[in-house]
């Protein structure tokens, strides 16, 4: 299973755009992006998932290279209820053991 | 439409004693996983049960343990508690088996081992 590498931290301001990289050399064929979201005292919610280019949803973008080594969340707007952990998930779209491999995350605090 | 349901929400337990945790999926979900989350550490896969059965497990040793029952809720069983065994478990359900698709996960049970 490919590892990531995210920052442990950052720190942004309310109303401006934040972009979390999360690098996966090792990523595999078969293997789908997915980041998750978690707030204290509280389980992970699924944020995106994505394999390559560019999706978008409702609360964010994923921007996904061609060569797929890495990924970049991108937060528009964020404001102070966006203070929470996203950790970045590499894993094999077509297993079926439903295995997520969550690194330590990147905290993201939002300032006033 | 219900959530992902954890009981109890905190627990303290001794050492070596055993702790049964339960997990209510989401409604129509059949395929339920756990995780066990250390202070300051992502999650970490316990086991995934669809159908009853377990059907992939992540590097815990034996005396965890699991059950689904055929309404999809399900428990985590610890037996010989340690004190590392402190962390919040989390309960994550959905529909199928397949890696893709979001999971959806409970509110967790904090557990600690004294």
């Known amino acids: 299973l490919a590892k990531t590498t995210q920052p442990i931290s950052m720190d942004s301001y309310e109303g401006q755009e934040v972009n979390i990289t999360c690098s996966h050399n090792?990523?595999?064929?078969?293997?789908?992006i997915t980041w998750y979201q978690q707030f204290p005292s509280q389980g992970p919610r699924f944020i995106i998932q994505?394999?390559?280019t560019k999706v978008t949803n409702e609360v964010a973008s994923l921007f996904i290279p061609a060569d797929r080594k890495s990924s970049t969340l991108s937060l528009p707007r964020v404001s102070l209820s966006d203070t929470a952990v996203y950790y970045c998930l590499v894993g094999d779209g077509s297993s079926n053991t439903g295995k997520l491999i969550f690194g330590q995350g990147t905290t993201l605090q939002v300032k006033p | 439409e219900t959530g992902v349901t954890q009981s109890p929400t905190h627990l303290i337990k001794t050492r070596g004693q055993q702790v049964t945790l339960r997990c209510s999926s989401q409604?129509?979900?059949?395929?339920v996983s756990w995780y066990q989350q250390a202070l300051g550490q992502g999650p970490q896969f316990i086991f995934q049960y669809y159908r009853e059965e377990e059907n992939g497990r992540g590097n815990f040793p034996p005396r965890f343990s699991g059950l689904q029952f055929p309404n999809y809720s399900s428990e985590l069983n610890v037996n010989a508690l340690e004190l590392d065994d402190s962390a919040l478990y989390l309960c994550?359900?959905?529909?199928?088996?397949?890696?893709?698709?979001?999971?959806?996960f409970g509110p967790g049970t904090r557990l600690t081992v004294t």
């Open positions: 994550a359900s959905r529909a199928g088996t397949g890696g893709l698709g979001e999971q959806y």
């Open positions: 409604s129509g979900h059949n395929t």
């Open positions: 994505g394999y390559k």
């Open positions: 090792n990523i595999a064929t078969n293997d789908y």
